[in-house]
């Protein structure tokens, strides 16, 4: 089942005096981010945002309600999540949270499910465990065609992907 409101970033620091929080964004760069104006804390508490911008790969908040350093401060470590239904997400997004634990089938058998997603310089890196565990970048040549809604990934080999699993 897919979750109601996904994950986007972690709030990593204050900035300012005023009350913004950094935000450490967790997507394909942090730009994303800028597109809502309503964010979620944990226990679904909205939190409307009046101003945001990008410094880096990180994204500055200043979200309503927040007009000091004292009550950004108390937001440190917080995750921030969106609705799924929100009308900013361009349709045929997909969120790293719909793959983990997904089947993972190469040549039509399953070689283990989707357990991690590393984000490296080059592309993303899927660690798939079974009875092997397989380090698969997620580029064209080894992940062809991605589609969670069919309620599995097809990944194709190559040699030294494979090692034993612990």
Known sequence: MKKKYLETGKIVSVHGVRGAVKVLP???G?????????FYLPGERAVAVEKASVQGTCVLLKLRGVDTVEEAQKLRN???SIRRDDPH????TVFQADLIGLPVRSDGREIGRLA???TMPAS????????KEYMIPCVPAFVPHLDPEVGFLEVRL??????DAD
């Not at 993303?124 to 009875?131: M, Y």
Request: glycine share 8%; net charge negative; no cysteine.
């Open 158 to 163: 190559i040699e030294g992907m494979a090692r």
């Open 116 to 118: 991690e997603i590393l």
């Open 30 to 38: 942090p730009e994303f981010l800028l597109a809502f104006d309503t």
């Open 26 to 28: 967790w997507a394909d």
């Open 89 to 92: 997400i361009p349709a045929g």
């Open 78 to 80: 917080q995750i921030l």
């Open 124 to 131: 993303d890196v899927w660690v798939v465990r079974g009875e």
